[in-house]
Structures are given as structure tokens and as C-alpha cells.
Nanobody, 116 residues
Framework: QVQLVEFGGGLVQAGGSLRLSCVASGMIFSIRTMNWYRQAPGKQRELVASITSVGSTSYGDSVKGRFTISRDNTKKTVYLQMNSLKPEDTAVYYC??????????WGQGTQVTVSS
């Protein structure tokens, strides 16, 4: 079955950087769009960034210019490089892939905390 496992969360000061990784298994990784979402306490889950199978990227307005999504198909891994972090970036970050209403997979999430 499809599994997504995130790594790389932690505590960082404002202005700092973190890189999240998500390793996929049980799927043909190279043909799937991969997404990063986040959910802060008391807020709805929001889409942070996406990358298609051919490497086209898109970002939420709040992270444009600061975050970069990338992928390594040989390692079945998608990355989220987060720079110039702000306290409002504090959230649980989730890796996701979806290709139908029943094929919608999520990782367990990784906590990112940005201190001011």
C-alpha cells in the first residue's frame, strides 16, 4: 500500500531554515503530483506547495519566495526547503498525493515550530 513518511521538522528561530523530506513507497512515484500541506492549531489545513511529475511547481501566497519544493524520483522523495521562516509558519506539515477520490494519501505529519 501507499506510504508517505515525513522527516525534518523541528524547532527553529525566526529567519532560520529547515528542509522537510517525504519518502514514498507502494506507488509509481515519478508519475504523481506531490503536495505539501500544513495545519496550524485552530486553522484549516492549507496547501503549501505542489510539484508535478514533470517538475512544474506552485506555491501558496504566504510562502512564495521563501519555500521551494523539489523532488528526486530516484529516491522517491519530495522535499520542502523552507527559508526565512516566520512564527506564522508554525504548523504540522503533511505530505500528500492524490490521483482520484479514493486514492488520496497522507503522511503522519511533522511538526515545525518557529520561535520569535
Amino acid at each position: 500500500q501507499v506510504q508517505l513518511v515525513e522527516f525534518g521538522g523541528g524547532l527553529v528561530q525566526a529567519g532560520g531554515s529547515l528542509r522537510l523530506s517525504c519518502v514514498a513507497s507502494g506507488m509509481i512515484f515519478s508519475i504523481r503530483t506531490m503536495n505539501w500541506y500544513r495545519q496550524a492549531p485552530g486553522k484549516q489545513r492549507e496547501l503549501v506547495a505542489s510539484i508535478t511529475s514533470v517538475g512544474s511547481t506552485s506555491y501558496g501566497d504566504s510562502v512564495k519566495g521563501r519555500f521551494t519544493i523539489s523532488r528526486d524520483n530516484t529516491k522517491k522523495t519530495v522535499y520542502l526547503q523552507m527559508n526565512s521562516l516566520k512564527p506564522e509558519d508554525t504548523a504540522v506539515y503533511y505530505c500528500n498525493t492524490k490521483w482520484s477520490t479514493v486514492s488520496d494519501y497522507w503522511g503522519q505529519g511533522t511538526q515545525v515550530t518557529v520561535s520569535s
